[in-house]
T-cell receptor
């Protein structure tokens, strides 16, 4: 079956612009996670959803970052007034529940802020 | 969260076994030991996990020390496709987010 998909695969934007990154989880997975990965580092947790609600958004760096999952499936990560420091690979993962089971990751969206 | 310590990088020859170590001296009694790996230009993928007993699956084996303060991921016969960053992670039962460290970058020599 299809894995986690993310679009776009690459996004180049200018400082100060608004961007949206999309994640399509594996069908039937109730939990969805967003991570951010800078060069040479491991992924860093941002936020996770159980169904439609954000269960833990403690990793969002500031209020320029926001994520939604209105129907409990597709999620969008939104970044306002982008800064050069936001440049990273944004990874999405999904899992069947949040029982500590394995998470399935998408290929990521590489965001470059010029 | 309890932390793990891994070597920054390792090398191995193709078709030989690889032992990737992980120290987790502050592990609690309920923490599971998970391993993920990240191939170049891909998201991380689950490899294996265990609690106390050694575990085997089609990808790898996990050997857990008796005191659980360390573990070793074993790739029985490395191929070039196993070149990746390997992350050792502790997760509580019912845990949600994964806290990644820097992992071990494994280089496979042909």
């Amino acid at each position: 079956g299809a894995g986690v998909s993310q679009t776009p695969s690459n996004k180049v934007t200018e400082k100060g612009k608004y961007v949206e990154l999309r994640c399509d989880p594996i069908s039937g997975h109730t939990a969805l996670y967003w991570y951010r990965q800078s060069l040479g580092q491991g992924p860093e947790f941002l936020i996770y959803f159980q169904g439609t609600g954000a269960a833990d958004d403690s990793g969002l760096p500031n209020d320029r970052f926001f994520a939604v999952r209105p129907e409990g499936s597709v999620s969008t990560l939104k970044i306002q007034r982008t800064e050069r420091g936001d440049s990273a690979v944004y990874l999405c993962a999904s899992s069947f529940g949040t029982s500590g089971g394995s998470q399935f990751f998408g290929p990521g969206t590489r965001l470059t802020v010029l | 969260d309890a932390k793990t310590t891994q070597p920054n990088s390792m090398e191995s020859n193709e078709e030989e076994p690889v032992h990737l170590p992980c120290n987790h001296s502050t592990i609690s009694g309920t923490d599971y030991i998970h391993w993920y790996r990240q191939l170049p230009s891909q998201g991380p993928e689950y490899v294996i996990h265990g609690l106390t007993s050694n575990v085997n699956n089609r990808m790898a084996s996990l050997a857990i020390a008796e005191d659980r303060k360390s573990s070793t991921l074993i790739l029985h016969r490395a191929t070039l496709r196993d070149a990746a960053v390997y992350y050792c992670i502790l997760r509580v039962p019912g845990g949600d987010k994964i806290i990644f460290g820097k992992g071990t970058r494994l280089h496979i020599l042909p």
